[in-house]
């Protein structure tokens, strides 16, 4: 729920030219179904392997692999470089003391959701 929101803020606030007006209602019902669509085929494959067996673990280790990797890149990229570095709000006087306060505040905030991944 949290993703889907956030990635409908971002779509939202971007300032799509004419050409592209589609585009936003596109990436909404693109994500809109594949999650879905993924969800169903989990289903429908959760029987075909045994739960502890090596191939289950693999393919576990795999797609949680890939994950991290997105949400990291995303994490690096989007958020650091773009937000911190290229916004306007840290630009100024008091901007080394906002980016400082602005990247420990998302450092505490992936330290949490770290505690809560090990515990999911």
């Not at 879905?36 to 673990?57: D, E, F, K």
Request: glycine fraction near 12%; aromatic fraction near 10%; charge should be positive.
């Amino acid at each position: 729920m949290f993703e889907g929101l956030g990635l409908g803020a971002r779509i939202a606030m971007v300032d799509w030219p004419k050409s592209k007006r589609f585009t936003p209602w596109l990436l909404a019902l693109a994500y809109g179904l594949t999650t879905p669509i993924s969800i169903a085929i989990g289903v429908g494959v959760r029987r075909s392997y045994l739960p502890g067996s090596r191939t289950a673990l693999i393919t576990n280790g795999v797609f949680d692999s890939i994950s991290a990797c997105i949400l990291i890149y995303t994490g690096l990229v989007e958020l650091m470089a773009h937000e911190f570095l290229f916004s306007e709000e840290f630009k100024g006087k008091q901007a080394m003391g906002k980016m400082v306060a602005a990247y420990i505040v998302m450092m505490v905030g992936a330290g949490l959701m770290a505690l809560l991944g090990k515990w999911a």
